[in-house]
């Protein structure tokens, strides 16, 4: 069944995890990547950075007519540190020293704009290593998949095997909280098809 005055549904993001979830969810949509400074201001909380880049992702993509714009940034956050992408395999290195053993969490704003009314939702998920050898982090950062990710990991890739333990929705830490944004996209009148 299609509706066919139903909202598209506009992704405000390159991300191939972002749009992989999106499909295996059943939501179509169209990809329209923001161009947004992803720099933290200083002293500024982690949530309060998911939320702001959210609002601007969805604000700087634009959407016709009734399109509902959805945006996400995510972060990882251990001890008030955001870590997003790291700069180079050092600071992947850094960043990985601090994540294992431990647990973090994982936060990503999300937005939902229409006709320029925007919801805007926060989810957080725990997330706990294993410790890891200088070995094993030597081993992961070679791999090269730690590098486009917030926090230098991926949870559904090789890093899967030092996660202990996830308290949240385990797409959240994937980059989107998928129940998070049908519930969303839903109040903003998004409909199967």
């Known amino acids: 069944m299609s509706f066919v005055n139903a909202p598209a549904v506009v992704l405000a993001s390159a991300s191939p995890r972002r749009a992989e979830l999106l499909r295996a969810a059943g939501v179509d949509f169209v990809v329209r990547p923001a161009h947004v400074d992803e720099s933290v201001h200083e002293?500024?909380?982690?949530?309060?950075?998911?939320v702001r880049l959210a609002v601007e992702k969805a604000r700087a993509v634009?959407?016709?007519?009734?399109?509902?714009?959805l945006a996400a940034d995510t972060t990882v956050?251990?001890?008030d540190e955001l870590m997003g992408k790291p700069a180079d395999e050092a600071d992947a290195v850094r960043m990985l020293r601090r994540l294992a053993g431990r647990s973090h969490e994982v936060l990503t704003g999300v937005c939902v704009s229409v006709d320029g009314v925007l919801d805007v939702r926060v989810a957080t998920t725990a997330v706990e290593f294993a410790s890891m050898s200088d070995a094993e982090i030597a081993w992961y950062v070679a791999s090269g998949e730690p590098m486009d990710k917030a926090g230098a990991y991926a949870i559904q890739g090789r890093a899967a095997r030092f996660v202990t333990g996830v308290r949240g929705s385990y797409s959240n830490v994937v980059g989107l909280p998928?129940?998070?944004v049908y519930e969303m996209l839903r109040r903003a009148g998004w409909r199967s098809s």
């Open 43 to 50: 002293g500024e909380a982690a949530r309060d950075y998911v």
């Open 62 to 69: 634009p959407g016709a007519n009734r399109d509902l714009v």
């Open 77 to 79: 956050v251990v001890d």
């Open 178 to 180: 998928v129940a998070l």
